[in-house]
């Protein structure tokens, strides 16, 4: 019962490679967060959510790759579909980042539903691209 890379893959819309980009650096920022949580670590939750960061910047550079050899190819509905596609999911996966945090460093008040909400946005666009691609509405 457990899925397949390649629903996956369809499912959030990137490629395998870009998975694998944010998987390794998924690993690094829970290296960096479990030496911060047990005291070894001494710097600012900037610098451990740095790898996350850095994760959805290749993404971003290889989807804009993409979108340009798409363009180029002539399947440019394809292309802007993909590219506005990929780039949201990075911006509401930032945002959450971001938000994140501020509220560790105690910049904001906000409570924690408030900053998953791009989280649930993400769920959502999620779950609209996994009802489209298999033709079923819930």
Not at 25 to 49: E, H, Q
Request: glycine residues 6%; hydrophobic residues 55%.
């Amino acid at each position: 019962m457990f899925f397949d890379w390649e629903e996956i893959v369809v499912w959030v819309g990137v490629t395998l490679f870009e998975a694998w980009i944010h998987t390794v650096c998924l690993a690094v920022f829970l290296l960096f967060m479990t030496l911060k949580l047990d005291g070894i670590l001494n710097r600012s939750w900037w610098v451990i959510f740095s790898p996350l960061f850095i994760g959805n910047a290749f993404s971003a550079y290889f989807c804009i790759i993409g979108f340009i050899r798409m363009y180029l190819e002539g399947l440019r509905k394809h292309a802007f579909i993909r590219t506005i596609w990929s780039l949201s999911f990075l911006l509401l996966l930032s945002i959450f980042e971001v938000l994140l945090i501020r509220k560790l460093m105690g910049y904001n008040n906000l409570e924690y539903s408030e900053i998953l909400s791009p989280v649930f946005i993400l769920m959502q666009l999620v779950t609209a691209r996994t009802c489209r691609l298999y033709g079923t509405y819930v």
